[in-house]
């Protein structure tokens, strides 16, 4: 966010910016900035890889010791070794999954399959001390309810005081996706952005509902909501081609 | 992976030609050498910490993360979802690299880490965070900082 290094630079304070997008870069001109060559996401790289990202720290930081500018951009040469498939992956076997093409009620497989899950995600908080779940409040389980309820064509209220419901609808979203993608890790294996997003996004039931929900909710009269559904549930590499 | 000829046409085309502000001024500060120079970062993740406001679309403020902050207790509320989030998930100094940051300070590389550290969301007009980034940089000097590094998602 090339910007935002303007500003404060402007009040007095020395920045470095990551750019993952250098063409963006180059039109806003920042003081200092490295560009790196890494999936949007993964400003500093491989996750797990505490040698390689203490390098693209100090080659950032080493920019604010330079003389002369601005302005300047440089470019990180190392790829993230992360982002190869990992052959020894598998995703998670769940029966919902196989089952939910043939399926006729993706609000169910979706529920169901949250359940089968649990074991995979409590193998995963165990091996990594956390969980990125938790942008709605609700328990996963009420994540899942809650989506499905859209599903099922019910419009649910929100359950929580200051957040609407097509901004619940989204967080219940980011939670699914989240619960989901971090079970299909648990494990040693070390599965690419890719493998996971490709799981998820054609085999998962959560998938298959995220997918049958945003061509159910495009066509609601509420502006926010459609606009939810359309940009910001399905990625726009894995929006169907129409 | 993101060089721009890697992301599917559309999504390449979109994000180079995207608009940006166009800035005159060329401002420029230096400072002492890195070994004594104490940092702070400054993300556009959309970074929360788990329990407080989340982003709401395009929030144009900021929120507060406080170098006490644990890896469990810190969520991605950015309103994008065309970027990878697995990585975080497995560890968060792929977003927010507080832990490598004490290291460095452990290492003496940098002088020292700064007691809070920040994020906006991204996804806003730069226009609107102006004036947060701007009262930003005065909480930022009174904690010293005199090296920010600015991660985008």
Known sequence: MSALAHYLEE???PTVAISLIRPQTENTKPPRALWVPFELGRPFGPPSDPEFQKRVIMAALRLLERETGPVIIED???????????????????R?????????????????????????????????????????????GECARYVADWLRGKAPPSP??????????????????????????????????????????????AGAAMHA?????????????KLIVSNFMVPATRVPAT | MTRLTDLPPAQAKRLAELECPEFEARPW????????????????????????????????????????????????SHISINFDRT???????VVFPLDRLRELAGEGAIGSVAQTHYSFMGATDPVQMEPHARELAGRLKR??????ILPPV
């Open chain 1, 11 to 13: 009040e007095g304070i």
């Open chain 1, 76 to 94: 990180f040469p190392d790829d993230d070794p992360r982002a190869q498939p990992d052959p020894a992956w598998r995703p998670p076997s769940t």
């Open chain 1, 96 to 140: 919902v999954a196989m089952a939910a093409g043939a399926a006729d009620s993706p609000a169910l497989c979706l529920e169901a399959e949250i359940l089968e899950l649990r074991g995979a995600h409590q193998r995963w908080v165990a091996q990594h001390r956390r969980t990125t779940v938790g942008l709605s409040g609700l328990p996963i």
């Open chain 1, 160 to 205: 929580r005081e200051g957040f609407s419901a097509p901004l619940i609808l989204r967080f219940a979203v980011d939670d699914v996706k989240a619960y989901c993608l971090e079970a299909a890790a648990a494990g040693t294996a070390k599965p690419s952005s890719r493998q996971l997003g490709d799981w998820f996004w054609n085999q998962a039931a």
């Open chain 1, 213 to 225: 929900l945003r061509a159910a909710l495009q066509a609601s009269d509420d502006e926010r909501l």
């Open chain 2, 29 to 76: 500060v230096t400072g002492p050498a890195l070994s004594q120079r104490r940092v702070a970062i400054v993300s556009s993740a959309g970074l929360v910490v788990r329990g407080e406001d989340p982003f709401r679309g395009r929030d144009a403020d900021y929120r507060v993360i406080p170098a006490e902050t644990r890896p469990d207790e810190l969520l991605i």
């Open chain 2, 87 to 93: 990585g975080f998930q497995e560890d968060w100094s």
């Open chain 2, 143 to 148: 904690d010293a900082v005199d090296a920010v």
